[in-house]
């Protein structure tokens, strides 16, 4: 009966640590692709010569964030 109730509460407490973990890893994975390498994309589409494809990019990405914001 121990044993049941030991391997049921560890379920519990791992399985809050590893939803923890998902959100922490979810947040970290955000924050690289929106601060990093999306601008870095951009510039190099610039610098590829590519401004026609960079700029649409960039004002669908302002509009979604400026609508996203005032939500």
């Known amino acids: ?11 519990v ?3 809050r640590i590893l939803m923890f973990a998902i ?3 979810w947040s970290i994975a955000r924050v690289l692709f ?3 390498l999306l ?4 510039v190099l589409l610039v610098f590829r010569g590519l401004i026609a494809i960079a ?5 669908i990405i ?3 964030t400026v609508f996203k914001w005032a939500d």
């Open 1 to 11: 009966m121990l044993t049941f109730i030991f391997g049921i509460l560890m379920l």
């Open 13 to 15: 407490v791992f399985g």
């Open 23 to 25: 959100g922490a890893t």
């Open 34 to 36: 929106s601060v990093i």
């Open 39 to 42: 601008p870095l994309f951009l």
């Open 55 to 59: 700029f649409p990019i960039l004002i």
């Open 62 to 64: 302002g509009l979604v």
